[in-house]
């Protein structure tokens, strides 16, 4: 099972918070609902863990990260991570990820473009739901990536943070040690009859 | 016939009549006996570890955790079997296949290693903690991909071996090339063509999934040396064969026994790793094995069906008169060959494809292809290929018609083969026995009102404010069953013949033990009223025996509707050797000679003088008590028949379709089956074969498919996607018949369980098809779900 995926989200922080995120494999992984890393095996190489829970079902994949590409000046990192559970699924994913500045003031974009192939029991059963599951999986992401960049904002500029008021106020960064499933469910099945919805004009 | 006749005869209850079936007292009380019911002291239970993926080297297999986890007795790998020449297996079609995968993965689901433990949860958990470490290749899932140049090597075990089972392998993935007719004169045909028409299209991987999975229970006993093993097997002589074979023990040790079947359907003819590996295992541990499958495990791994991207041509006169036929196929068979066939014939009967019609030049190719999927291509409720072959003749008749613009009963009715052409011999060498196509094709046309049907459609198309779109299939097919001649066909040099001993008793009931095995088809029924017209005993009091090696003499099993034609006609000849014996038995008791009996229903009796008699009850009991000087005692005899030719039963389908313009959704409206099986032994039985066949054509043709992804994923490889029909989904069903009997076989029976899937699923693509027929649509391939028809609405723009 392939999945390319291009994705892009604003981000309500500087590009250079944003890229304090991004250029950090452990903090990066910390906004991936679920994941670890576990240990850096050299400059380039990684160890971690990501843990998937579908109902009764966990899914652990072990695997590694190497960064392919890294570039400061443009803000932008490739890296190819792969793993496999011990139920029968693996899975690999070639992201190159960069952050944009963006039009508006105080925010920035973040541009993610992924091949993510998963092989075993993931594909088997869950084929047809891989996109949207991905969508559901990278907004939380998002999420809390921009939670992180707001906190380094705010850590590198303290007084801008305050004067931008509560609007922009980071959010209570959400403890999430695992990837749930039950949240991204009810996602799909609100987006679902929004898509409904919406398409009865 | 007077009163006191007919009763003697209906107290046989014999062939004719529709008498209830005698299994369904146990099976509707859950009283069945089938593999997972069988319960041995001592035993094991077996679980295997699969690939996750479709192609791979495997770097290493730790066992460590497995066998640390308390009441696992054994892992085992190719490794461990290599010693014992076992890690690699023959199949049924010349090829080999691994028992556990030998340093390479060929498809998902692959069997790599087996864990045996005390029971069924904990050798789950241990599968979960064998570690396999895998080096993925790049899988080839397309077979025309897999043709090309520079496509992987799939088979290494095979490298540079340019010469298969079946003659010359021209590429690395490359199984064989098999061919039949004449291609010089097609050709001819072909150029001298007024008309002709092509068209590709592609017959989906399904499966036969029978409800009961396939399973067995094997237990070696160390001390006396002899393997008894319990098996869902519709062949439990053959498993006998290949495990003497396979093990060294002598077959006279093996023991095979098939209790009941829960659904074959092509599905249980295999032999399948699993059951090499439990038997292994009771080898090894000197204790019973069990091994079922689940669900997943069923539709992965064990054999599927079809998968032929077929291309066909037709050569015919303006008028529609066929004179050429030409088909090449692509055959995905899958990792390995181990398709069920007659061994010489690597695409079975596909040569029947040139149907009920008289076609004068006839050519057919097909290449077989090994791709990284599960291997397989089981004849699915039919003959060996025969449901690919009806399907490609039936669309082409159909495409033909459209192009000429005949209507499609016409262009059958021109092309038949006529009734007084019969015996005849077809463009690829077939002999057909007997047939009357026009007066089936007429029987149905009348009773559904053809034309009306017809005026209404072409008003449903006038009418822009129809909310759906209305069409008519129909298929008039010919089978092709009971392999067969054993001059042709064999399975791994053994005929294929079937048997039958009957032993009747000393008081009047009797024994009869067959070669076949029932798998719903209901032969401790049928096979009872076989005899009991045959021997003028009660059928209440004729016990049928089935599936037990040791007791049953040898046949080669049920599959290819081969039971009535061959089975059946061994029963009527063992019948009438018991006959000729208590005939003269009779002669000796009346004191007269044998040319002065006459057979009546249930006795003999001096010709003339119905007050001289000897019922077959009396001579039985004298068989044993005192027999005619110089006569041996008993009777009973065994009958091993050989088939002169194949059976050739045929059928008239015909269905209405309502296809909504909104949803794709089809409704099937009307479904009328016209059968001719020859001589019908129980028309209830009848009924109920064609209710069940028309239900599994119903489900491939409108929703079964295994698909995969790019990967080799196998998708959809649970019961929440793969389509097998309820009551709710099924539509009705109408059955009708004609009576042509076969002139070969002794009961005139020709076989039917097979026909109603043969010839419908065609019919609903006939039907489907034919409802965008006035958009210019000469095809649809299948699976005809609603988001498939719903695609062809898009693209044919009809809006609703």
Redesign the interface.
């Known amino acids: 099972m392939q999945v390319k995926l291009e994705k892009q989200y604003t981000i309500a922080t500087s590009p250079e918070a944003a890229w304090l995120v991004l250029r950090d494999v452990r903090v990066l992984a910390s906004c991936m609902p679920g994941a670890e890393i576990t240990e850096q095996v050299d400059s380039t190489h990684y160890k971690g863990h990501v843990k998937v829970k579908v109902g009764p079902a966990v899914a652990a994949f072990g695997g590694e990260i190497e960064i392919l590409a890294f570039d400061e000046v443009i803000k932008s990192v490739r890296m190819m991570g792969k793993g496999a559970d011990k139920g029968g699924s693996s899975a690999s994913m070639d992201l190159t990820a960069s952050i944009r500045p963006s039009s508006t003031a105080g925010q920035c974009l973040l541009l993610g473009s992924s091949d993510v192939i998963v092989n075993g029991k993931f594909a088997q059963f869950g084929g047809r739901m891989m996109t949207s599951v991905s969508d559901m999986i990278l907004g939380q992401f998002a999420d809390n990536f921009a939670v992180k960049a707001s906190e380094f904002y705010a850590q590198t500029n303290p007084d801008l943070a305050h004067a931008a008021g509560a609007n922009t106020a980071p959010k209570k960064s959400k403890a999430q040690t695992e990837l749930n499933a039950f949240s991204i469910l009810w996602g799909l099945i609100k987006g679902f009859f929004s898509g409904l919805v919406g398409s009865k004009k | 016939m007077n009163a006191p006749l007919k009763d003697r005869q209906a107290a046989l209850q014999g062939m004719g009549e529709s008498r209830l079936r005698k299994e369904d007292a146990r099976f509707i009380q859950g009283k069945g006996n089938y593999v997972d019911d069988i319960k041995m002291p001592g035993m094991l239970f077996m679980d295997i570890v ?1 690939a ?3 192609h791979a080297r495997i770097k290493k297999i730790n066992k460590e955790a497995a066998l640390a986890i308390p009441g696992v007795h054994a892992v085992l790998t190719a490794d461990d079997l290599k010693p014992l020449k076992l890690h690699w297996m023959p199949t049924l079609a010349g090829d080999v296949q691994a028992v556990l995968a030998d340093e390479k993965v060929h498809f ?1 689901m692959q069997e790599v290693a087996i864990v045996i433990a005390d029971d069924r949860y904990i050798a789950a958990d241990a599968v ?2 064998v ?1 396999v470490e ?1 080096d ?1 290749l790049p899988a080839v899932i397309d077979p025309f991909k897999a043709l090309e140049q520079d496509a992987p090597i799939l088979r290494e075990d095979l490298a540079g071996k340019t010469e298969g089972a079946h003659g010359k392998r021209y590429h690395h993935n490359h199984i064989f090339t098999w061919d039949s007719g004449d291609k010089e004169k097609a050709d001819a045909a072909f150029s001298a063509a007024q008309v002709t028409v092509e068209q590709k299209m592609f017959y989906q991987r399904v499966h036969p999934c029978p409800l009961e999975t396939c399973g067995c229970v094997a237990s070696f006993d160390p001390i006396r040396g002899e393997l008894t093993t319990y098996i869902t097997s519709q062949a439990p002589h053959v498993v006998r064969t290949v495990v003497s074979m396979l093990s060294g023990i002598p077959e006279s040790k093996v023991r095979i026994i098939s209790p009941d079947i829960g659904g074959g359907f092509g599905n249980k003819v295999g032999i399948y790793p699993g059951y090499v590996c439990a038997i292994v295992a009771s080898i090894v541990l000197g204790r019973p094995v069990k091994w079922i499958e689940d669900r ?1 495990e069923n539709l ?1 791994s064990t054999a599927f069906a079809r998968d032929y991207h077929m291309t066909g041509e037709l050569a015919a006169t303006n008028e529609g008169k066929i004179t050429g036929l030409r088909v090449n196929v692509i055959a995905d068979h899958g990792a390995f060959d181990s398709c069920a066939d007659p061994t010489k014939f690597p695409a079975g009967m596909f040569h029947i494809v040139s149907g009920s019609y008289d076609i004068p030049a006839a050519y057919c190719r097909v290449d077989g292809v090994y791709t990284n999927k599960a291997p397989g291509g089981v004849a699915y409720r039919c003959s060996f290929r025969v449901t690919e072959a009806v399907y490609l003749i039936e669309r082409m008749v159909d495409v033909l018609a459209q192009k000429l613009n005949i209507d499609k009963a016409e262009i059958r009715r021109k092309n038949f083969i006529r009734k007084e052409q019969f015996p005849y011999t077809s463009a690829f060498g077939f002999e057909y026995d007997s047939g009357d196509y026009h007066t089936a094709l007429d029987k149905v046309l009348n009773a559904v009102d053809y034309k009306g049907l017809r005026k209404e459609q072409a008003a449903t198309r006038a009418n822009p404010n129809s909310p759906t779109l209305m069409g008519i299939g129909l298929v008039s097919f010919t089978e092709v069953v009971g392999a067969g001649p054993s001059k042709i066909c064999d399975i791994l040099g053994v005929g294929m013949f079937d048997s039958c001993e009957i032993r009747v008793h000393p008081t009047g009931s009797a024994i009869a033990r067959m070669g076949t095995i029932t798998q719903g088809q209901g032969h401790q029924t049928t096979y009872a009223q076989i005899i009991a017209t045959e021997l003028g005993l009660p059928s209440e009091v004729i016990q049928v025996e089935e599936g037990d090696t040791s007791t049953a003499p040898y046949g080669l099993g049920t599959y290819g509707s081969r039971s009535t034609p061959v089975a059946g006609a061994a029963i009527a000849l063992a019948s009438r050797k018991i006959h000729a014996k208590a005939k003269k038995i009779a002669a000796h008791l009346l004191e007269v000679s044998e040319n002065d009996l006459e057979w009546e229903i249930d006795r003999f009796k001096l010709k003339g003088d119905d007050s001289k008699f000897k019922t077959m009850k009396d001579i039985a009991w004298a068989a044993y008590h005192q027999p005619p000087a110089g006569m041996e005692p008993g009777l009973e005899a065994v009958h091993y028949y050989d088939p002169p030719n194949f059976t050739y039963p045929f059928g008239i389908y015909l269905c209405v379709v309502d296809i909504d313009k909104a949803t794709g959704e089809t409704k099937v409206r009307r479904f009328y089956a016209l059968d001719d099986c020859g001589t019908r032994i129980n028309p209830m039985i009848i009924d109920g074969q064609i209710h069940g066949g028309l239900t599994e054509g119903y489900a491939v043709a409108m929703g079964q498919q295994l698909t995969f ?3 080799g ?3 959809g ?2 019961l929440m996607d793969y389509f097998l029909p309820t009551a709710v989904e099924t539509p009705k069903w109408e059955t009708d018949f004609t009576v042509t009997p076969s002139p070969h076989h002794p009961l005139g029976a020709k076989g039917v369980a097979e026909s109603p899937h043969v010839g419908s699923i065609p019919t609903f693509t006939s039907a489907v098809v034919d409802a965008f027929a006035h958009l210019g649509v000469t095809h649809m391939n299948m699976p005809h779900n609603a988001y498939r028809v719903w695609q062809q609405l898009q693209a044919s723009g009809v809006t609703s």
Do not use: F, G, L
Request: hydrophobic fraction near 35%; proline fraction near 5%.
């Open positions: 699969r996750p993926v479709a998902q979960e903690a570690v895998y993925e997943i992965s992804d790019a990967q994923n196998i998708q490889n649970t």
